[in-house]
């Protein structure tokens, strides 16, 4: 895959970009991580090539190709750019698979998708038992998602989002045939009464 990928819904979509940093990955990477808001700013981050994997139930997803565990998934010396701007709403869920006991990551909003975003960062969460685990994001006025690894690595399994909510006019619809189908039944059994 390239270092960056559109993935579409409907007429809903999401661009993904891959990050590196310190573009070395050969024992002089001092990773990307300064604590709670993520990467350094000392840290120069460079486009990296995103990879998909499908390794069983909990290793797939979409990870960075050549990370330094060498399990190309997002770990601490890279990180995923999700630009939601056409995501068609504001609040949904992040699936993480891959996720083993020990490992963790996390993940801050902001309005760049060529860089980290450092603004409202999640807590960390980490893995206890090898299982998918799927936290919230509420987005509010901002666009994108940076998403990475604390300890070890991790995969983008889904990102989820509300069901669309019905238009008020195809409300309307749904309840005049209601409103009709209880006047029908209504006269039938008028009917049948007078019988």
């Known amino acids: 895959m390239g270092t960056s990928a559109t993935y579409t819904s409907g007429s809903h979509s999401i661009a993904v970009t891959g990050f590196e940093c310190d573009n070395a990955f050969n024992g002089s990477d001092t990773g990307c991580l300064n604590g709670s808001n993520g990467v350094n700013w000392y840290v120069s981050v460079n486009a990296a090539h995103l990879h998909t994997r499908n390794d069983g139930t909990t290793e797939r997803g979409l990870g960075v190709a050549g990370d330094p565990d060498g399990d190309n998934e997002i770990s601490y010396a890279t990180f995923i750019d999700l630009d939601m701007t056409h995501l068609g709403a504001t609040t949904g869920t992040l699936t993480i698979s891959s996720l083993q006991a020990g490992e ?27 299982n998918d685990v799927t936290e919230s994001f509420n987005l509010g006025t901002y666009h994108d998602i940076s998403l990475i ?14 069901s669309a909510t019905p238009e008020p006019s195809s409300l309307m619809l749904l309840g005049t045939g209601i409103i009709g189908a209880a006047g029908m039944m209504r006269r039938r059994m008028v009917q049948a009464l007078n019988r």
Do not use: E, K
């Not at 963790?104 to 090898?130: A, D, H």
């Not at 690894?149 to 509300?162: A, E, K, Q, R, W």
């Open 104 to 130: 963790s990551f996390f993940f801050c909003y902001g309005n760049s998708n060529s860089g980290w975003n450092s603004n409202n960062c999640s807590s960390s969460f980490t893995g206890t038992t090898g």
């Open 149 to 162: 690894g604390i300890h070890n690595d991790v995969l983008l399994d889904s990102v989820t989002t509300p």
